[in-house]
């Protein structure tokens, strides 16, 4: 059976209280798409709120800390998420892996946790513009992949968001075939790693807007999207949601 797709706003550094009325907006919305799966992942602050807005929506943190406690200034574990009322988190955005000095090794501990814990997880993986330049995208992107998968994902709600850095933000996307080739050498990796690869969604994250959310969709391997900016209001993100449920 197929599985349905999954369209997650990303809204990084975005959300206040007066946002909460966008949420209810997209969480009302999303019931129209009963086939597709939709989820905001939201700051950690805001989580609570959002989820006491929106029950029986899905909602997201960014990120996860590895322990199950302790000494961690500043950091969120998967117990608090899941406390504060989140069912999924993101781990290993470029944003962090970048700006955070994110490891593999760490980001594959964050996404364990979070996994063992009870949180679906999204792990985000992609190039550089560099490496995307000199041919070394697939090579590159996979052995992320490798270094950042945990080794048992059991019956766990795993996604990979595959979201080329340059793509980010910057209006420009892959072509539908760079896309086609990365989802279907991730989903490659994911069978050489895990036997079940075929029950783990592989989104694609960058740039995705109403206008090109079809096309995407309609690439093989896609089975969704992580969105940023196009997921802050309800009438730019609904259309992707659409689009999703459009190409089944
Ligand atoms: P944009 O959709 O704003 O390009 O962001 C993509 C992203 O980073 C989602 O995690």
Not at 90 to 115: C, F, M, N, P, Y
Request: charged share 20%.
């Amino acid at each position: 059976m197929a599985l349905n797709k999954l369209v997650a706003g990303n809204w990084k550094m975005h959300g206040l209280s007066a946002d909460l009325a966008e949420i209810k907006a997209i969480a009302d919305a999303s019931r129209q798409y009963p086939s597709v799966d939709v989820a905001l992942c939201v700051p950690a602050i805001l989580i609570e709120r959002a989820s006491r807005a929106v029950p029986g929506f899905a909602i997201g943190g960014q990120d996860v800390h590895e322990a199950e406690k302790g000494a961690h200034t500043g950091c969120t574990s998967a117990e608090m998420l899941l406390d504060a009322g989140a069912s999924l988190t993101i781990v290993g955005h470029s944003e962090r892996r970048d700006a955070q000095r994110e490891s593999d090794a760490e980001v594959k501990a964050k996404a364990a946790a979070g996994l063992l814990r009870g949180l679906a997880v999204i792990l985000c993986v992609g190039e550089s513009l560099d490496v995307r330049e000199a041919g070394d995208a697939i090579a590159t992107v996979t052995a992320q992949l490798d270094g950042s998968l945990p080794d048992d994902v059991g019956a766990a709600t795993l996604a990979i968001a595959y979201e080329p850095i340059w793509a980010i933000g910057t209006g420009k996307v892959p072509t539908t075939d760079e896309i086609a080739e990365m989802h279907a050498a991730i989903r490659a990796k994911l069978g050489e790693r895990h036997g079940k690869a075929g029950a783990i969604r592989i989104l694609y994250g960058g740039s995705v807007k109403a206008s090109n959310a079809q096309e995407i969709f309609g690439v093989p391997d896609v089975d969704g999207a992580l969105v940023g900016g196009a997921s802050l209001k309800a009438t730019d993100f609904m259309p992707i949601v659409a689009a999703a449920a459009a190409t089944g």
